[in-house]
């Protein structure tokens, strides 16, 4: 993970497991002296997941500096 000490802001932006966004990034200014930081964020009327309908979602968060994406990961859920 080199250079992830430049980053200066985290983003988190949901998606529907087919790629399409859903609501704005969630953004936070961070710190190289910073161990966690906090996002948080509200998303009007969510598929909720259910053994009918096992509704999904991806969370990519990005590290960056500015425009630049020093590291990214991605991790799926689900809100019941």
Do not use: C, M
């Not at 983003?11 to 990034?25: C, R, V």
């Not at 053994?51 to 590290?63: A, M, Q, R």
């Amino acid at each position: 993970l080199g250079g992830i000490s430049k980053a200066k802001t985290i983003e988190a932006q949901i998606q529907t497991i087919e790629g399409k966004k859903f609501g704005s990034p969630i953004l936070a200014k961070i710190s190289t002296t910073q161990e966690l930081a906090k996002l948080s964020g509200s998303f009007e009327n969510p598929l909720l997941w259910n053994p009918e309908t096992p509704n999904l979602y991806d969370v990519i968060v990005s590290l960056k500096d500015g425009k630049r994406i020093i590291h990214q990961q991605r991790q799926r859920f689900a809100l019941s």
